[in-house]
């Protein structure tokens, strides 16, 4: 979907930073116990390395202050599957953990990308008239998506799930319908492993875990990338 290279086959020059010493599990429990109360954590991938980050220590969990993440798919179907979307079909194990770890959460789900996070022909080609070092490397890395997208389903233009996800971290007015819900997943194996399911009229009487987004605010999301892009 993004291409061999994961970044629109651009063929990007590899980074010269080395890799660090410490591994990401370690980085994000020394990171949160020397700054308890005050790490919010944007997840816009599988869980893996914060899952293993909980098992490692639990007491972190008490100690995130908010933990947003782009994962699911809410009454929508997934894109993976029929019924689960990629990050959390990566490993829903990990996603288990932190669904029921208890830290404070907010899930920004595939379909509130496909409703509210999409840019159609009209916003591709703003984009384009920017020429800007930002846009070009926006267009230049979700070519590969764009194509894909036309090819499997049919439409034109380009998903944005995690830049909508970042976008509700950096403003919540971007989300304006959120409701506490409990949230549960299917880590079984089967054609269900990875879907999650929002429990959106508490029959199984849990408290809620998860603040699930139901709507967004389309045009001031579109208005923050685009500035982002415009290089202001």
């Not at 944007?42 to 914060?50: G, K, R």
């Not at 029921?100 to 789900?109: E, K, L, N, Q, W």
């Not at 509130?112 to 070009?136: E, H, P, V």
Request: charged fraction near 20%; hydrophobic fraction near 40%.
């Amino acid at each position: 979907m993004h291409g061999k290279d994961g970044m629109g086959d651009t063929n990007f020059p590899r980074a010269g930073k080395a890799v660090e010493r410490i591994h990401a599990i370690d980085a994000i429990v020394d990171t949160i116990n020397e700054n308890p109360g005050e790490v919010t954590i944007l997840e816009p991938a599988p869980m893996t390395n914060l899952a293993l980050a909980i098992r490692k220590d639990p007491s972190i969990v008490t100690k995130i202050k908010h933990l947003y993440f782009m994962g699911g798919s809410h009454n929508y179907p997934g894109n993976i599957t029929p019924s689960a979307e990629f990050n959390i079909w990566v490993d829903p194990d990990a996603a288990s953990i932190v669904l029921g770890s208890g830290i404070p959460m907010t899930m920004v789900g595939w379909d509130i990308t496909m409703k509210y996070g999409m840019l159609g022909k009209d916003d591709i080609n703003q984009i384009k008239l920017m020429n800007t070092a930002n846009s070009k490397f926006f267009l230049q890395v979700s070519s590969a998506e764009k194509a894909y997208l036309q090819k499997s389903m049919g439409l034109e233009g380009i998903t944005c799930p995690d830049s909508l996800t970042t976008a509700i971290a950096i403003d919540g007015s971007i989300a304006t319908r959120t409701i506490s819900r409990y949230v549960m997943m299917d880590n079984r194996d089967g054609p269900f492993r990875g879907a999650i399911s929002v429990d959106d009229y508490n029959i199984m009487l849990k408290d809620a875990n998860v603040n699930v987004v139901y709507e967004a605010d389309t045009v001031k999301f579109k208005k923050l990338l685009f500035d982002i892009l415009k290089g202001s």
